[in-house]
């Protein structure tokens, strides 16, 4: 036998009583006892997002959010800017091309994070950018992007919105959605959100919606008017994730009780923790600046594979976590301790990340890591 471990960004570990929730008997999403549950729900989403703004809930995974952050605000021909620092943000340049938006890239290199600066000189530029798409967590190098800074640049251009994938920064770190000025902020349910997989969440200003009603691309499915129209009235324009959702209300229960700013500084905590005993282990992280809090990329020592140390991490110890994308594939391997985490998931695999290299012949010290780790986390 192996017991697993699920340390990968997304899917992460889902509380049992969440579990236990939604093993409940299926209800009807149209009875009478769906509707205080689904406002219950919107009521967590909102201050979850830090938003006076409804939170549109959609059957899809978090990139269902953002197609539909491309199709509902933009039509073709539209101009817009796309900050790429990794797989999650070259996604939205690949977006705009499907939706024929003509989508200008503000290239960073893997590893560091955009420098506001660049969006301020490009708005200026090009006023005619309709919308800015960015990321608050990189995933795929561990980032993340200053997203504050980048609110108070396009706060200044009225027809201009910015668009947050907040997918792995949501419920992590601090995202003040309407205080900075987030026009549009996405996340999934399978990150921090501690669920499985199935859902996406956009939050919409009133600046997006006044762009919204001039756009002319055809959204049937991902079409957040007629979305907003049925869930402000506690239904949806499709069959919800019904089970989801019932999950959700539950989720929202354990985030109230430990609220907002003690999520966060658990979850800064976990990270920074993570990163010095990395550090302490003696191997790198990858990102150059601005690590997000949600997971942590590690750089493979030199002479080792970084996909067979995630390998070997699932194979030999029961470890999912996740290795390198594209260019970075065997080069990084990143641990994720978002959302349902805390102390003993950091340790645990710190412990087995040391022992992985060690039998991959790397010199490291056993226990240099864990101990680290372990004089951060310790109860005071
Ligand atoms: C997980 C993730 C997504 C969405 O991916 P899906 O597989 O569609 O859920 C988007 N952006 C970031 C930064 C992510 O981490």
């Given at each position: 036998?192996?017991?697993?471990?699920?340390?990968?960004?997304?899917?992460?570990?889902?509380?049992?009583?969440?579990?236990?929730?939604?093993?409940?008997?299926?209800?009807?999403?149209?009875?009478?006892?769906?509707?205080?549950?689904?406002?219950?729900?919107?009521?967590?989403?909102?201050?979850?997002?830090?938003?006076?703004?409804?939170?549109?809930?959609?059957?899809?995974?978090?990139?269902?959010?953002?197609?539909?952050?491309v199709?509902?605000f933009l039509s073709p021909g539209d101009k817009a800017l796309f900050v790429?620092?990794?797989?999650?943000?070259?996604?939205w340049?690949?977006?705009c091309?499907?939706?024929g938006v003509q989508a200008t890239e503000i290239?960073?290199?893997?590893?560091?994070?955009v420098n506001p600066q660049l969006v301020a000189d490009a708005l200026k530029k090009d006023p005619a950018i309709k919308a800015v798409y960015v990321?608050?967590?990189?995933?795929?190098?561990?980032?993340?992007?200053?997203v504050?800074a980048l609110g108070e640049i396009v706060k200044g251009y009225d027809n201009t919105i910015l668009v947050v994938?907040?997918?792995?920064?949501?419920?992590?770190?601090?995202?003040?959605?309407?205080?900075?000025g987030l026009d549009v902020?996405?996340?999934?349910?399978?990150?921090?959100?501690?669920?499985?997989?199935?859902?996406?969440?956009?939050?919409?200003s009133d600046k997006a919606w006044a762009l919204a009603d001039k756009a002319?691309?055809?959204?049937?499915?991902?079409?957040?008017?007629?979305?907003?129209?049925?869930?402000?009235?506690?239904?949806?324009?499709?069959?919800?994730?019904?089970?989801?959702?019932?999950?959700?209300?539950?989720?929202?229960?354990?985030?109230?009780?430990?609220?907002?700013?003690?999520?966060?500084?658990?979850?800064?905590?976990?990270?920074?923790?993570?990163?010095?005993?990395?550090?302490?282990?003696?191997?790198?992280?990858?990102?150059?600046?601005?690590?997000?809090?949600?997971?942590?990329?590690?750089?493979?020592?030199?002479?080792?594979?970084?996909?067979?140390?995630?390998?070997?991490?699932?194979?030999?110890?029961?470890?999912?976590?996740?290795?390198?994308?594209?260019?970075?594939?065997?080069?990084?391997?990143?641990?994720?301790?978002?959302?349902?985490?805390?102390?003993?998931?950091?340790?645990?695999?710190?412990?087995?990340?040391?022992?992985?290299?060690?039998?991959?012949?790397?010199?490291?010290?056993?226990?240099?890591?864990?101990?680290?780790?372990?004089?951060?986390?310790?109860?005071?």
């Open positions: 036998m192996l017991k697993r471990y699920l340390l990968a960004p997304g899917p992460t570990p889902v509380p049992p009583e969440v579990l236990l929730a939604m093993a409940r008997p299926m209800i009807h999403h149209r009875a009478p006892e769906f509707d205080p549950i689904f406002a219950e729900v919107r009521e967590g989403l909102k201050w979850l997002f830090q938003t006076r703004n409804d939170v549109l809930m959609l059957a899809s995974s978090g990139t269902g959010g953002m197609e539909g952050a199709s509902n790429n620092g990794g797989k999650f943000g070259e996604r340049g690949k977006l091309k499907t939706f290239k960073v290199e893997w590893g560091h994070a990321q608050a967590s990189e995933t795929s190098t561990g980032v993340s992007h200053d504050r994938d907040a997918i792995t920064a949501l419920g992590v770190f601090d995202i003040k959605t309407d205080a900075w902020v996405i996340t999934g349910s399978q990150k921090a959100l501690m669920l499985p997989p199935g859902m996406a969440f956009v939050s919409v002319k691309n055809a959204a049937f499915y991902f079409n957040f008017k007629k979305e907003r129209e049925n869930q402000i009235k506690n239904q949806t324009a499709f069959t919800p994730t019904v089970s989801l959702i019932i999950g959700l209300q539950e989720v929202f229960k354990i985030m109230k009780a430990e609220g907002l700013e003690k999520m966060f500084a658990r979850q800064g905590r976990l990270a920074h923790a993570m990163r010095e005993g990395v550090k302490a282990a003696g191997l790198s992280l990858f990102p150059k600046e601005s690590p997000s809090d949600a997971l942590t990329a590690v750089s493979a020592p030199e002479g080792i594979d970084g996909q067979a140390v995630y390998k070997n991490l699932r194979t030999q110890y029961g470890m999912t976590a996740a290795g390198g994308q594209d260019h970075l594939k065997g080069k990084i391997f990143r641990l994720s301790h978002m959302g349902y985490a805390d102390t003993f998931d950091v340790i645990a695999a710190l412990a087995a990340t040391e022992m992985v290299l060690k039998g991959l012949g790397h010199p490291v010290k056993l226990g240099s890591g864990v101990g680290k780790a372990q004089e951060i986390l310790m109860a005071k």
